[in-house]
Every structure is written in C-alpha cells, then in structure tokens.
T-cell receptor, first 114, second 110 residues
Framework: DTGVSQDPRHKITKRGQNVTFRCDPISEHNRLYWYRQTLGQGPEFLTYFQNEAQLEKSRLLSDRFSAERPKGSFSTLEIQRTEQGDSAMYLC????????????FGPGTRLLVL | DQQVKQNSPSLSVQEGRISILNCDYTNSMFDYFLWYKKYPAEGPTFLISISSIKDKNEDGRFTVFLNKSAKHLSLHIVPSQPGDSAVYFCAARREDDMRFGAGTRLTVKP
C-alpha cells in the first residue's frame, strides 16, 4: 500500500456545477478525514468517518457540502452548486484508530471554480 | 477562531545551521501536538509529534519542544539541509479535533 490516494488531482469547473472527489485511505485505516486548505492557510477540518459512520459534520462549510463512506473504505466529498469561494485544495487523511494520533494525508484535489 | 498560530510566515537559514520554527496555541485542552511538512503539489507529511505529558521529543535531526505553561511549541532542525526547504505546519489536537497553524515557509540556502 502506497498511502492515501485522491482523485482527481485537479478539477476545473464552472460556477453552479456539482463536483465529486474521491479518497482511498491506507487500507487498514478505519478513520478518514476531509480538510480544506486555502492559500496561505493550514488545513481546515471539514468532517470525518469511523468506518462508514460519519461522526462529525457540523463543520462542513455549508449544506452544499456532503460526504459519504458507504462501505467503510473509500470516501467521496461532493460540492453542489459550486461557487468561486469553493476554490481550494481538498485534502483527505486517514488514521488507524481513534487513539492513533497521526493522520496521514493524501496529495489533495485542487479545485478551481470559474 | 485561530486556536493555533504560526506568526512567522517565512524563515531563511544557511545550510548546516539550526532552524527554529515556532507555534503558539490558545486552547489548554489540546493534548497532542504534531508537525507536518509540505512540499508543493503534495499533501502534508507527518514529521514529528509530542504528547502534552512530555516537554521534548527527538527524532534524528528534528526535535520538538513543548512549553505548556506558555502554550508554545517549537521545532528545531539541526543541521538544516536544503532538502528541508518546505512549508511546515504545526497542529494541535484534542480527541478528534485537530487544528492547524497557517504554516511557515522554511528556505535552507546552500
């Protein structure tokens, strides 16, 4: 296993379109996290899963954002009706258990909304 | 609310010298602290961490110091190498809530 992977690496879309990003965590990791990173800032937590259960979603940026992890393996993050302010890097991270403090990040998906 | 702050956006040091990156936090409930390194077009890579029950953790050229009373941590890199040039993020965690600083861009000059 080579680590956390994300697809696509880059996405350009027009305002108002929906986009979906995929994250494949390290295979034995049961915790999966989504972050957003804007220019000049650190990663900002959005949501996370323990297996297929979404344990925190109050910090998703708006109701246009949703995430799923249906089988407890890969996860998707969807943004509906994209806005120019959604342009950012979207990062996924995974960790082995709730008590393993280290999260391992994927390379990110860079979104540009025109 | 910025619970984790890295007040120096950039730092430049000479190869072979010490690099010291600083981080301050406001929430005394944080109990685990981490440093990540990020190269362009890559995700953050875990570097080193420290639990709140310790005040120092060392891993090769990298040492993290924690001063809980001052709510301050620092990362020391000795000796600095050109390959260390990257953006460094500190992070503070309580349970599953992890907050990042804005990062410090380190440039190590040959």
């Amino acid at each position: 296993d080579t680590g956390v992977s994300q697809d696509p690496r880059h996405k350009i879309t027009k305002r108002g379109q929906n986009v979906t990003f995929r994250c494949d965590p390290i295979s034995e990791h049961n915790r999966l996290y989504w972050y957003r990173q804007t220019l000049g800032q650190g990663p900002e937590f959005l949501t996370y899963f323990q297996n297929e259960a979404q344990l925190e979603k109050s910090r998703l940026l708006s109701d246009r954002f949703s995430a799923e992890r249906p089988k407890g393996s890969f996860s998707t993050l969807e943004i509906q009706r994209t806005e120019q302010g959604d342009s950012a890097m979207y990062l996924c991270a995974s960790s082995l258990t709730a008590y393993q403090e280290t999260q391992y990040f994927g390379p990110g998906t860079r979104l540009l909304v025109l | 609310d910025q619970q984790v702050k890295q007040n120096s956006p950039s730092l430049s040091v000479q190869e072979g010298r010490i690099s010291i990156l600083n981080c301050d936090y406001t929430n005394s409930m944080f109990d685990y602290f981490l440093w990540y390194k990020k190269y362009p077009a890559e995700g953050p890579t875990f570097l080193i961490s420290i639990s709140s029950i310790k005040d120092k953790n060392e891993d090769g050229r990298f040492t993290v110091f924690l001063n809980k009373s001052a709510k301050h941590l620092s990362l020391h890199i000795v000796p600095s190498q050109p390959g260390d040039s990257a953006v460094y993020f500190c992070a503070a965690r309580r349970e599953d809530d992890m907050r990042f600083g804005a990062g410090t861009r380190l440039t190590v000059k040959p």
